[in-house]
């Protein structure tokens, strides 16, 4: 508080002093210029007083000039003939002209201080800015002001560079080129943007982002340059990385492309040959086809000859026992055939519908042996199995032959009863066939064929050819328990062929 106080009562007796002063002079100079002028140095007085005191001051030099000195000179002046209140209008006139004057003193003042202030906040702020170096040329170029980034980027102090040319901080060769002068010229008509590289102060140089803009006054005339300087060697470095990185990858761009439509096209010639091999392999595929049907319908036809011939010699012997082996033979030779016209019909040349070639057989096995319909009936439990060649026809036979005994041996003498045939899925991978009745089943008195017979011989066989295992029951009836592996090649059959022989 104390400083304050000091400062207000020190800028306050300006007023006094300068009235003092006047009156000092104007009483010197009463004999040189008489009663003119008598209020021209106390107008001058409350001025300085209101400049440097503020308005305070100011009305206090205004009063104390009409207090003190108005007697002396303007009641000197009554002894010429001025009335009082003449007089007194001089005063008031005075008093008047004094607060105007210090009215307008203030003001001018107060716009002189804001702008001294707001010119020294804007050195301030200009100064403070370290990433930048910005300062003033005048008209030829030569540098005016100089701030702390300028000192961080190129080095110079402030001392070091005023009054000299901007031209220090371009390299010789631009120098030599007239780049300064010409960027001048150009901030001149406008505005001047650019970048280059620059010169420090130990020599080392930088590239540098310029720009220049010119200064007028309010008539347009030019009164110098302000340029602002900054470095982007950073920038400048990583940009280039950039590009490099850029063009790296754009050449492994066009060489992966270039590459890629190498490889398309030798996959594309790759594919056509692929396709005329495929085309190749379907026309050749389809003969084939063709011709397995061809086959299967010659060896259709060749069994049926067979068939025909056995059907043939059965009709000239009168043996019954030749008679019923000839039947038996016929029988499997028209199970295979079946097979083979089964292939024929449908258009899977490698797989057989399991239930309808047993179910196709099985009942014209029960008309071959004159079995009425209401004596036996035949069970069918067939799955949506596909058996091919190799299993179609031994499970055939084998079906043939067990169906074949429980027809001739199960049911004597008119006997009533049931055949059946499982064929099922069974985890993992297997397959289970079952062939039952439920005849007299196997005693003494059964006529059942000898496990030395053809057939039995045969069933054993067909069951090793499918590498596969049998169980039979004897209760109510007989049961025959196939299980082989579901889609195995079958193993071709030896034994048969030397038991049939």
């Not at 007239?178 to 901030?187: D, E, F, I």
């Not at 943007?193 to 200064?215: C, H, M, N, Q, Y």
């Not at 060896?299 to 043939?312: A, D, E, G, I, T």
């Not at 019954?320 to 039947?327: D, K, N, Q, S, V």
Request: charged share 15%; glycine share 8%; net charge neutral.
């Amino acid at each position: 508080m104390q400083p304050t106080y000091y400062s207000r009562w020190k800028r306050f007796s300006i007023a006094p002093v300068a009235v003092l002063v006047a009156f000092g002079v104007r009483l010197l100079l009463v004999p040189l210029t008489g009663r003119e002028g008598p209020f021209l140095l106390f107008f001058g007085a409350v001025m300085l007083s209101a400049w440097v005191g503020g308005n305070a001051a100011g009305i206090a030099a205004t009063i104390m000039t009409a207090l003190l000195v108005g007697p002396f000179f303007l009641i000197s002046d009554a002894q010429f003939g001025m009335s009082p209140v003449g007089l007194s209008i001089l005063i008031v006139l005075f008093a008047i002209d004094g607060l105007l004057i210090t009215m307008i003193t203030g003001q001018l003042q107060s716009t002189a201080a804001r702008a001294t202030r707001h010119e020294a906040e804007l050195s301030l702020l200009i100064d403070g800015v370290q990433d930048y170096a910005i300062f003033l040329l005048d008209p030829m170029g030569f540098i005016v002001s100089w701030n702390r980034g300028a000192v961080r980027i190129k080095g110079y102090e402030a001392a070091e560079m005023i009054g000299q040319s901007f031209t220090r901080f371009y390299t010789p060769e631009d120098v030599a080129a007239g780049l300064p002068q010409a960027a001048l010229r150009t901030a001149a008509t406008g505005r001047y943007a650019g970048e280059g590289w620059r010169v420090r102060k130990d020599g080392t140089r930088f590239w540098a982002s310029v720009v220049i803009t010119p200064l007028r006054d309010a008539t347009g005339h030019l009164t110098g340059f302000a340029k602002v300087t900054r470095d982007v060697t950073e920038q400048r470095r990583q940009a280039e990385a950039l590009r490099a990185a850029h063009d790296e990858l754009e050449a492994r761009v066009v060489e992966r492309t270039a590459a890629l439509a190498s490889a398309n096209a030798l996959l594309e010639r790759q594919t056509q040959a692929l396709m005329t091999s495929a085309d190749s392999l379907r026309d050749s595929l389809h003969e084939k086809e063709i011709l397995l049907k061809e086959i299967h319908h010659r060896v259709k036809n060749n069994l049926q000859v067979v068939m025909s011939l056995l059907r043939l010699q059965s009709r000239q012997v009168t043996d019954p026992h030749a008679t019923a082996a000839l039947r038996d033979s016929r029988q499997r030779v028209e199970v295979m055939a079946m097979v083979h016209e089964l292939l024929y019909r449908t258009g899977d040349m490698a797989v057989i519908n399991a239930a309808a070639y047993i179910r196709q057989f099985s009942t014209q096995l029960l008309r071959v042996y004159g079995v009425a319909s209401d004596q036996v009936i035949l069970s069918l439990s067939i799955e949506e199995i596909g058996l091919t060649l190799d299993q179609a026809v031994p499970c055939g036979l084998i079906i043939n032959e067990l169906l074949s005994n429980s027809l001739k041996y199960a049911f004597p003498d008119g006997r009533h009863g049931t055949v059946g045939i499982i064929l099922q899925a069974s985890p993992p991978d297997m397959l289970t066939l079952k062939v039952w009745d439920t005849g007299v089943g196997l005693s003494t008195d059964t006529p059942f064929p000898p496990l030395t017979s053809l057939g039995v011989t045969l069933v054993h066989d067909l069951v090793h050819q499918l590498h596969g295992t049998t169980v039979t029951e004897y209760n109510a009836g007989v049961s025959v328990t196939i299980t082989f592996p579901q889609g195995i090649v079958s193993k071709p059959i030896t034994t048969a062929q030397g038991s049939a022989s």
